[in-house]
């Protein structure tokens, strides 16, 4: 599908200026426009100061950035100098931030302004080249971004690279341990595009684009940054915590057509009473966790744009299975993107029929090679072609439907049980706005036990919770123990960590 020599920067950019878009709007940022022209521009100068900085192709670039102008830069500079994208969360602790430093082995990194005296204590020697986005002068082996780039050339031509380079490590969750880099060649992200965001999405050159998850996370780096740009669209970045309140500014003040989301958001998005007009909104997407049948029910209610619930992971880069236009099953998943394959196994290895329920093995062109310095994890996850998942499903008439984890499956009374059942059920009371199901036990024995998160001002005892499950759930999937609590422990994907509610 892609020539031997490829180069993504080239891919999602260069090809939109020869194609002649040079002049259409790239970004929406910080309340300035950006064109596809002035984006190129600004990325060969980033790839210019990277090789100036010592930054040789192969080696790793640490992107410690809030979404802006900036990170868009260095992304494609890093691509442009042939050299590796590694991205994660500028708020990250100093532990986080020491374990980066040292995992990726970077040889530059990118950091907003306000970690550069941490990263001094913290930066193995080989981290040489330092580059600081934001306000503050410049540090002993410290460059401003701005400064580097306005002294760099904007001619220089892309690394020859091969389709088959490594262009990008992202990361895992790390809900449990410290998380693990996917690495991925330059096609893998390519393939993806054409098959999840052109083909399936149908995403076009005159969509807008807004994401509540951040750059630095592969599903908002897909969904806000290379899915526009493959298209020739609009993508509106903003730096700070996204809020109802911003969403809905940037919607309305930009016509977002496409609006990634996750569904802590579209909850709180449904119970902020806050009013937007979202004229153009035409299609929202929902990844990361669990999306309750409840809350899409309510979304179609409000809005006319549907949700495209799906999964993906960072060791497929993006979306495999999907909800899509005018295909919208409600409780499922959806079905398999074109250009995939997907298996349920049991723990033999063997397909299960249709509605068992068994573990997602998934295959297709933008698979990882492996994990970054674990060999041990590789081989039990990477298979030949196929991608063994830690996700339970079930497939009926060719959509699947998600059970939850393999790993936090509860096994009572001989049964097993899926935790995420049991949430949707709690989810339908009207006292509740969100839980988690855990593992406890009672004697010895595995019993479901549930954190509710009641809504503000309602009240609802554990008897009246488990009268409700009575009427919704077998006796024995009903929680043994309820814990009343505040805002569940998420991860900055959003995730719910699960392991914090551990008893």
């Known amino acids: 599908m892609f020539p031997e020599r490829f180069n993504l920067a080239d891919y999602y950019l260069d090809a939109r200026v020869r194609e002649g878009r040079g002049e259409r709007i790239a970004l929406q940022t910080g309340g300035r426009a950006h064109s596809y022209e002035e984006v190129q521009s600004q990325a060969n100068r980033a790839s210019d100061a990277l090789r100036r900085a ?18 868009v830069e260095a992304w494609f500079g890093t691509l442009k100098a042939g050299a590796v994208f590694c991205m994660a969360n500028p708020l990250g602790t100093d532990e986080d931030i020491r374990y980066l430093l040292n995992y990726t082995g970077c040889r ?10 941490r990263i001094d204590g913290l930066a193995p020697p080989q981290c040489s080249a330092r580059f600081f986005v934001g306000e503050g002068g410049e540090t002993k082996g410290w460059r401003r971004w701005n400064s580097a780039l306005s002294e760099a050339s904007d001619a220089l031509a892309n690394e020859d690279t091969h389709r088959d380079d490594v ?9 449990t341990g410290k998380p693990k880099a996917a690495v991925h060649f330059h096609r893998h992200f390519a393939y993806n595009t054409e098959h999840y965001a052109k083909a399936t999405l149908g995403l076009r050159e005159d969509d807008v684009f807004v994401s509540v998850s951040r750059l630095f996370f592969g599903y908002g780096t897909g969904t806000n940054l290379m899915f ?6 609009t993508a509106v970045l903003f730096p700070d915590k996204p809020t109802v309140s911003r969403l809905y500014e940037h919607i309305d003040a930009h016509g977002v057509s496409v609006l990634t989301n996750v569904p802590s958001m579209i909850r709180q998005m449904l119970d902020s009473g806050l009013s937007v ?26 809005f006319s744009a549907p949700i495209l619930d ?3 992971s960072a060791e497929m880069f993006h979306i495999y299975i999907t909800n899509r236009p005018g295909d919208v099953k409600p409780g499922s998943l959806g079905r398999i993107v074109s250009g995939y394959d997907a298996r349920i196994v049991d723990d033999e290895g063997q397909d299960v ?8 093995w998934v295959r297709g062109e933008s698979t990882a090679l492996c994990y970054w310095q674990d060999q041990d994890k590789s081989h039990a996850t990477f298979r030949g072609e196929w991608c063994v998942t830690a996700d339970v499903f079930r497939r009926e008439e060719g959509y699947y439907y998600y059970e939850g984890r393999a790993d936090d499956m509860l096994k009572v009374r001989g049964q097993f049980v899926s935790p995420l059942e049991i949430e949707n059920c709690l989810e339908q009371h009207d006292a509740v706005v969100e ?7 009672e004697d010895g024995l595995v019993i479901p036990h549930a954190f509710v998160v009641l809504k503000e001002g309602g009240s609802a005892s554990e008897e009246a919770l488990v009268e409700h499950c009575k009427a919704h759930l077998t006796r024995y999937k009903f929680p043994r123990r309820f814990t009343f609590c505040g805002p569940l422990p998420r991860n900055d994907r959003g995730k719910i960590k699960r392991r914090e509610l551990l008893p």
Do not use: H
């Open 54 to 71: 010592g930054v040789r192709a192969g080696e790793r670039v640490l992107i410690l950035l809030f979404d802006g102008a900036p990170f």
């Open 108 to 117: 530059a990194v990118i950091a907003d302004a306000s970690l550069q005296s």
């Open 167 to 175: 262009a990008g490590w992202l990361f895992t969750s790390g809900t």
């Open 228 to 233: 526009p740009f493959a298209v020739g669209g």
């Open 277 to 302: 007009k979202a004229e153009r909104l035409r299609l929202c997407l929902s990844a990361g966790e669990a999306l309750p049948p409840a809350l899409m029910e309510r979304w179609d209610q409000r």
């Open 310 to 312: 799906g999964i993906g």
């Open 353 to 360: 029929p249709d509605g068992e329920r068994g573990r997602l």
């Open 435 to 441: 839980c988690a199901v855990v593992r406890d036990d």
